[in-house]
Each structure stands twice: as C-alpha cells, then as structure tokens.
C-alpha cells in the first residue's frame, strides 16, 4: 500500500512529525513501513511555463521552435522535440539550471542553429514511471490546465512535493488498504482523531429504484449489493489533484469517472465499478454464479470461459462483469457515456480469490474483497463516488439506491482481563492506560472491576480473539517499553545443549584453520548417493521426485561437496577449502523413516600456502589435511582416544586414505580422492575427510586433572628398527607402548627409510621414546630394563631388528 503523506492529511494532522519520523513510530506499532520515497529529491528549477508562440524549426522537421513565458515577465525560446506541444498551452519547464532526476542538469544549447534556454518536460522526465502516465500524455509532454498561473512550481501543482510511505501489510491488515484505514492507524499511534470527507449533493426527482431492477441469487457470495444511477455524465480528464493522488498510489488515470472509482478505492478501501447504463442492454442487474462454459469478454478484451465457481453480475440473461475482479467490455464506460450505473457491493473473499485465480486477474479490488472489507463502508463509498461525479462530471443523481442488504452486521465482542494481558506482556500496565489505548484506537471499551470488554468496528476484521487484544494493547503501548528480564526457573531457555555448544567450537576452528562453510543439497541422484558413504545403507528414493538428480537422500556429503570445487575450479578458483556439517540419511526400510545422522566432511584441493615474496608454495596433502583433524580433535578433548589406521575404500587413493578410530569404533576416514574420481571432475590433488559428528561430539570424556610442573628430568631413547615393508608404524607403535610400561610418556615416529642400504621388502622406522618418573630420577640402569622389554616385544610381535 502506497500512503500519500499530503494525502493522509486531510484524514488526520500529521503536521508536527516528518514522514520518516512518521514511518519509523507505524513500523514500530506493528506494521512494517518498506521505504520513504521523497517524490522530487534531487529535482529543483521547474516552473509552469505559457507557449506563446509556436513554429516549426526551419533546420529540423521534427523540432518545434517555442517561445515560452515563464512568468515574472521573463520570456524565453525553447527547443522541443514533442509532437504535441502547441501554442497556448501551459506546461512544464526545466529552467536554466534546473536539475532533474538522474542528476541531469538543464544548461543553454543551441539545436540545429536555434538557442534554447530551458526543456518543456513530459511527466517521465520528472520521474514518473511511464505506465502511471495516463494515455493522453504517455508519449510528449504534460499538458497543464488552463487556470494554473504561470511560474508557479510545477513539482508542487503535481503533487511531486510529497513523500510516499510504502507499507509492507500482512494479509491480516486489510483495513489498511485504504487512506482512512491507515488514517486511523497514524490517529490511534499519534493519539489524535481522524477527520471523514464530508459527503452532500443534490439529486434530481427520479428514483434508482425504478431506473433499475436488483435480484441477487447468490446470497452467500454476495450479501449486499447497492447501485446507483447517475445521468448526463460528462466524460472527460479527472481534475489534476486527482490524477496526481492516483499516479502516487500506482494508478494510472483514465477519465474522470473511472478515477473517481479507483480514487474511492483508495480512499475507503471499497471497490466500485461504473457501468454504462445505456449499454447494459435490461434495466436488471442479476447477481449469480456463472454456467459452465459461459462466456464474458472482460475489460482487456480477453474472452474468458466461466464455470459454476466463479461469481458474475448479470443484466437479467448475459455476464456484464466478473464479480470483485473484472468488469465487461459490453458494459464498459466509453467517451460517449451519459449515463452511469454504480455498483458498491460485498463479495465473498473465496469466491472472488478463486475467479481472480482461475483467470489469471489480480486487481486492486479483488485484492480487496480477499482480505474482506467492511460492511459498513459498502454504502459510504458509494455516496462518496455520487458525490464526486456530482461535481467532477456533471452527473445528476438519482434519488436513493437500489440495494439488497441481508449482510451479518453483528459486532464482534471479545473481553480480557487485565491480569491477563500483563501476564502475556511481562508488563505491569493500569486499567486505565490499557482502556485509553483502545480509546485511541477507537473501539467501545468497558472495564470494571479489571475485566475489560471491546466491541470491535467492523472496519478491524482482523480482531476476533482474546490474544488479537493483547496484542493492540502490546504495540500501541509500545515493543521497546517491554522490560528486559532474564528467564527464571530450574533451566533456562534459549541455552545451547552440550552437543550444540561442541558443534559451533567446530565450525568456529574449522574457519579459524581457513576453510569455507558450504550447505549442498540432501537430495542427490540414486547413482551418487551411495558413494563415499561412511556407513553402507540402502538408498532412500522420493516418492515424488523433481527430477532425477534430486531423487534420492544422500549418504555422504562429499559428492557434492566435489561437485562445488569442480564449480568454483572451472571459474578459475584453484584454492578451495570447504567444510559442511549435516545430515546422511540412512534407510531403515522400505516405507519406513529412515533415519538422521549428522556428518562433518571437507574438501580441499590447490595450494595450502603461498608466499610470493619468499618464493614459497605448499600444496596441501594427507598431512595437511590430518593436521587439521588433529587440531580438531585437539579442541575437543579427543586426542587421547583417536587412532588412525590404514585403509582402502571406494572412491579414495588405495595408499593415502585412513579410517579414524574411537577406541574401537570407526567415525569417519580421511585422505586423497581416487585419482578416477580427480580425472571425471577435472580435479588436480583433491583431500577429504568424512566424520560421523555425534560419535565424535558424545564420547565420554574423562574429567581433564592437572599435573605439578616435574621436578626431576626425563630420559629420552631412539631406536630405528628395520621390519618388513608391509607392518605398519601405528601398530609397532601400540606395541611399544603396552611394553613400555608406567616409565613410558611419550613415542613418536620421526623416521621412515627405504632404500639401497636395506634388504628388499624391508624398511626402518624409528622412533623416540620419552621415559619419566615424577617422583624420582630415573637411572640408567631403569632406562635400560624398560628399553629392553620394549625391544623384547617389537622383535616377537614383528620380527623387527634394530638397525645397525
């Protein structure tokens, strides 16, 4: 909804507050303002000039030579390329100087020989858009009327003075698609009152009631119907103050008629439609649902077939008009219009959202009649629209209307308490200031004895339960004086679980390492889902499925997760590093729910550091990528109960892939993709690792103690034992350590060789052995035996030897 801030004050003073002030207090009561558009920022030196004199440029057939009075006594000579300027005429004028919008700046110029000292300027050039212009002046320039004085501001004669306040409604807030509901909205948050256009005019001796014949069959749909008759109607331009309010509201003008209608649209948010009396071919209108396959060409000359669904008004036999949508060409308002039937009615708003639906129509009324209007206005805006042909068109009205009225005008009444909407609020607000909140809003109030009771106006259809109360109390008496609090209780809501605190600590160190989050789809192709998968399940496929590559729920997250370097490489991105936490889904049966298991993956390919200036490129590789696992692990405690273990799966390189140990428990693998995977996706040296994230985030951990820094030093060996090339360094390792014993702190491999110097198939693997007693100083001779059982174990379990 688009409020004119000039407009809105002949409702209610708004004179004290600006309109962004105005717009931030209604977006704070609840309705959110979009934007404030100031209609001639960045527009200035644009006076209403007088042709005087008009000729064809002698240098160009297509230029006209103009000599324009822009008042004050100052006359000067205008080239313009429009075809319908004219002499006599009074328009707008970019002066010297003048700026327009787009920071376009008028200066002298000389065209073909001719100097110009100003540009006449069509609408569009003063910033409104073409399909707001009305056909008359769509193509050249605006053409004033005659009585307004020459040199006055042309911004403020168009009413481009102004600002517009665009207004994101909820569908629950339809009283205010209209300029007195929103008026009603600014009076209650301003705490002043709204002022109605005051509606008289006189009417000739002849009654509606016998110019026309009213039968409504469909009662439900339309419960209240009034028509009035208005004769020698003379059609011709709406008055400009009304062209300029309906352009600022996103209507274009057409004539006078029409823009009355749509001009009391807008204003009492009530549809009307004006048919041609004379062309309605009965003196009977018949409101009923349409027959199968019935036809109506509507107002845009679209033939449109009707079935028993959609609502229409007849003229006793044929559809002149798609009731609450549309109207009929055969009845439609032309130039030679003498006479008008007007229609102020009440619609159902599921009849009418299922015609505009069906046929592909979205009007500002059916706009209307879906979100429901009030009842109450129906007849209003119909004396308002008399009124305004009365005197803009020359129309003679009829006495009275001719009108069904069998509409529900039953008040709802709704009562609360006080203990109530405080208990709600966490508030503590007086019976008295919630009883002046709806004072202000206008409703019947009665309170006694703390129970507050409101019979609601029709006009707020939105109100119908104890809460709706509650919540007019909440944003008049104002959000922000909500006092903050903290929650009491045994556990306090909001928190982050265990499992929830542990997941953002890995996003968090996963950023901090240097890698990018990244959200893929769970669905996938039946063909993808299964691989790289961690657990080996059956596949679960949708019964419904978009398309084939989004038919099945994935396994793992890193086919896609591939899928997204190959993107960001084929844009020439060659250092990726992504992770993603989510869920695989693994099947626990046809027809069953299959359950939810959240994953931690990561891809990373290209170069893990480069450093131009020393000359430095590294890229990454499986320890790169363990590294960050280790680091991982680090943070969460884990370090102590994580292995690795060589290991060959589907999809990874046979040599550089491990899986990763809990314990005994596998959770997840890391290492290099197959080289066939790298070569389909066009992938140079791609690392990814795969973790189950709740084995990882919900292992017992025992309680971390704290140590005294040692007093006595610890005593460090290394051996380099020569075994077969195939026994694997992590195992020798876990031997070393059960051999050991309490003196052993710390082992770690520092060496692998292979080479001339050892037999074939073989390998030597040292290792350094940290041994420490915290009470004592351990002596050589400790040393040794300890050293000894470590050498004792490593050559019975692998036949390893030290090496020489």
């Not at 040199?151 to 004669?157: N, S, T």
């Not at 998968?533 to 997250?557: D, G, I, K």
């Not at 195939?726 to 059960?738: L, M, N, S, Y």
Request: glycine content about 8%; charged content about 25%; aromatic content about 6%.
């Amino acid at each position: 909804m688009y409020v004119s801030y000039k407009w809105l004050q002949q409702y209610v003073d708004v004179s004290d507050i600006t309109p962004s002030d105005l717009a931030e207090k209604i977006t704070r009561s609840g309705i959110e303002v979009e934007g404030v558009d100031v209609l001639n920022e960045g527009i200035s030196g644009v006076v209403v000039g007088h042709v005087l004199e008009r000729e064809q440029h002698q240098n160009a057939d297509k230029l006209n030579k103009c000599l324009v009075d822009l008042g004050n006594g100052e006359t000067v000579q205008i080239i313009c390329g429009a075809a319908n300027v004219d002499k006599g005429q009074k328009v707008a004028v970019a002066t010297v100087g003048a700026v327009l919008p787009g920071n376009f700046k008028i200066k002298k110029a000389k065209l073909r020989g001719e100097e110009s000292h100003g540009m006449i300027c069509s609408l569009q050039e003063l910033g409104i858009e073409s399909k707001l212009v009305s056909k008359e002046y769509s193509e050249g320039i605006f053409v004033f009327p005659n009585d307004v004085e020459v040199g006055a501001d042309a911004l403020a004669q168009l009413n481009l003075n102004d600002s517009i306040l665009e207004l994101g409604l909820t569908p629950n807030r339809s009283d205010c698609l209209s300029m007195l509901g929103v008026a009603h909205e600014v009076a209650a948050i301003l705490g002043t009152s709204v002022t109605y256009p005051e509606v008289s005019y006189e009417t000739v001796s002849e009654k509606a009631s016998e110019a026309i014949s009213l039968t409504i069959e469909a009662k439900q749909d339309n419960p209240l119907y009034i028509a009035k008759v208005i004769k020698n109607v003379k059609i011709a331009p709406s008055p400009l103050w009304m062209q300029t309010r309906l352009m600022a509201a996103g209507i274009r003008p057409h004539n006078n008629v029409v823009d009355i209608t749509n001009f009391v649209l807008l204003e009492y948010g009530q549809p009307l439609h004006a048919f041609d009396y004379d062309r309605l071919g009965s003196k009977e209108i018949l409101v009923r649902r349409a027959k199968a396959g019935e036809k109506i060409v509507t107002l845009d000359d679209q033939e449109r077939t009707l079935t028993e669904e959609h609502l229409v008004i007849t003229n006793g036999t044929e559809p002149v008009a798609l009731a609450g949508v549309m109207g009929g060409a055969n009845s439609e308002v032309h130039s030679d219009t003498t006479t008008i039937l007007l229609e102020s009615a009440l619609f159902d708003g599921g009849t009418i959202r299922t015609s505009s639906k069906d046929h592909g129509l979205r009007s500002e009324a059916s706009a209307r009649f879906e979100k429901g209007v009030d009842h109450n206005r129906v007849r209003a805006a119909a004396e308002r629209a008399a009124q305004l042909i009365a005197q803009y068109a020359g129309g003679e009205v009829l006495q009275g209307s001719a009108i069904f009225d069998e509409v529900n005008k039953e008040q709802a009444v709704i009562s609360t308490t006080v203990e109530k909407i405080n208990a709600v609020l966490g508030m503590n607000i007086s019976s008295e200031e919630i009883k002046a909140i709806f004072d202000r809003l206008q409703f019947e109030v009665t309170s006694d004895n703390g129970t507050i009771t409101v019979t609601v106006p029709s006009r707020r259809g939105d109100i119908t339960i104890e809460e709706d109360l509650v919540e007019e109390v909440a944003r008049l008496y104002g959000y922000d004086n909500i006092p903050t609090t903290l929650p009491v209780g045994a556990s306090i809501p909001g928190k982050l679980t265990e499992y929830q605190a542990k997941r953002r600590k890995v996003r968090r160190y996963l950023e901090g390492v240097g890698l990018c989050q990244a959200i893929t789809y769970s669905l996938t192709s039946t063909e993808k889902a299964t691989k790289f998968a961690l657990e080996q399940s059956e596949v679960t496929r949708l019964s419904l499925p978009m398309s084939e590559e989004r038919s099945a729920l994935r396994l793992s997250l890193i086919p896609h997760l591939l899928e997204t370097l190959k993107y960001n490489i084929a844009r020439q991105i060659d250092q990726v590093s992504l992770y993603e936490t989510g869920s695989v889904f693994i099947s626990n049966g046809e027809g069953k729910q299959p359950t939810e298991k959240e994953r931690l993956s990561g891809a990373i390919t290209g170069l893990w550091h480069v450093h131009a200036w020393q000359g430095e490129k590294k890229p990454v590789d499986f320890y790169v990528v363990k590294g960050i696992l280790d680091g991982l692990f680090d943070v969460l405690g884990l370090t102590d109960v994580i292995s690795y273990k060589q290991a060959k799966r589907e999809g990874m390189h046979p040599g550089r892939t491990a899986e990763v140990f809990v314990a005994d428990n596998l959770v997840g693998y890391v290492g290099q993709a197959h080289p066939v995977v790298q070569k389909e996706l066009d992938l140079s040296e791609t690392f990814v690792f795969e973790l189950s994230l709740v084995d990882l985030l919900t292992v017992n951990l025992e309680e971390v103690r704290f140590a005294s820094i040692p007093r006595h030093p610890s005593s460090t060996r290394d051996i380099a034992l020569v075994v077969n090339s195939e026994v694997i360094a992590g195992d020798i390792k876990v031997a070393i350590i059960e051999a050991g014993g309490k003196w052993l702190q710390d082992v770690e491999v520092f060496d692998v060789y292979q080479g001339d110097r050892l037999e074939e198939n073989k390998k030597s693997v040292a290792y350094s052995l940290r041994y420490f007693d915290p009470e004592r100083t351990l002596t050589d001779e400790d040393v040794t035996k300890a050293h000894e059982k470590v050498l004792k174990a490593v050559e019975e379990k692998f036949g390893a030897v030290l090496r020489g």
